[in-house]
DNA sequence: GAGACTCGTATTTTCGAAAATACTATCCGT
DNA sequence: ACGGATAGTATTTTCGAAAATACGAGTCTC
């Protein structure tokens, strides 16, 4: 059921928030991060209302908290665009997730409980399920997507401060559409389930240190590859 | 002139921003950063509007930039309200503050020009000539707060990242709102004067482990007066 | 009397029309 | 032909009314 719904009607409004502008903050976030809506393009109210079927306003509002969070480009009385790419905002992001994401694994690891551990142990285990149907193209498979998230987001979810979390999430979002820009020109996708695995090894095992290495190389490996293979994009304008 | 104009017709309605909405959220963010709006104080539109002269959608649209910088609490279907304070958030802004700003610091000592120290000396200079003024309470002199503010900014500038002094403005804000929380019950103020001195020749001087040093013990500092002074005001809810 | 329900009121949320602003093509003078 | 003003169009921004939702007082049942 729900296959068949005359949709309409009965579908919900709503899907992820109680208000329809959390719900379209939502769904735009999404379209920009998977780069379904590319860097710089316009956001014209015309095109956004057929497409999301809310008015100037409620548009408006879901507009104006993505640009706080960096994804949207708030051009006064110019409308809004996409929050354009380029070398120097990969850079300054990979840097800024960096430094945070340190901070964040060591105090995890520190303070991190059993709960913490089994989330750690289960969100991996879930994103390997999800890696060995399609080992080629995780990044187009949504649920990998997500499974990818939770691992990361259960890392550092110990860290015991939600200030941090909220920068972290922003920098995860402006640095996950940088992957999307360059996926479709990777060859092919190097060994992150070896990665992953050695991360959570290393933060179960407590070893501050090395989690910290594996991670920081983790984030600025995949910087590289996007600067590698999508670099054409970024020079654009 | 400017001073007898009968204002509501002559008066710019935008004064910060070319949109409305922009203004609105500026003045906004000073009310609730002066406390002039005191935490998890309800944010009615009928009370806001009246007092900021503009409709529920430009209103909502200032409330949702706001709350993504952690300044408002958006309580779906039940409004706005200031986002409240505690020891814990207090903690937290804190110590997210020393993660970014001796970040910052380091870099802009690595990277500063001669723009920089001049941007730097020039700043601080400001700051100790109103200081003199009324060297009792600082911060309740708005000149003091901007020169303040201005300060702090200058000496990171230099740090070649948008990104990440875009969060530490966010989180300057927020630390500024729990130092106007707690002057009222401040015997007397330190001597910021000295402390500032003494971070600006460190920077100038390139000494960046001592700047490090100064500025975090400055910033625990303030905190820690929060916390002594205005205690009674973080555990109420 | 306590808990659940209903209805009326207060408040938020959403909408589309109207005003304000930016953009574009055309016309005019040099 | 070229630069600059101008009128017309496209787009954004703002508004207040209307719909949706939450809150609270009073009523009913057990």
Known sequence: MGRTMPDSA???RKEFGKTIAADITH??????VSCSLPPGEPLRFDVLRERFGASFTTLREALTALAAEGLVDAQEQRGFRVAPVSRQDLVEVTDARVLIEVELIRRAIERGDDDWEIAVISTLHRLKRIEQRDPEHPLRDPEWKIAHR?????????????????????????????????????????????EHQAIMQAAISRNADLAVQLITTHIRTTADNVAKYAGHLLDAE
Chains 1, 2 share one sequence.
């Not at 769904?27 to 920009?32: A, G, M, Q, V």
């Not at 015991?160 to 060859?187: C, K, Q, V, W």
């Open 10 to 12: 009965i579908r919900p």
């Open 27 to 32: 769904r735009l976030r999404e379209e920009i």
């Open 150 to 194: 939770q691992f990361h987001q259960a890392l550092v979810s110990a860290c015991g401060s939600a200030t941090l979390l909220g920068i972290r999430a922003e920098l995860f979002d402006r640095a996950e559409r940088y992957r999307h820009l360059s996926a479709n020109f990777r060859p092919r996708p190097r060994d992150k389930a070896g």
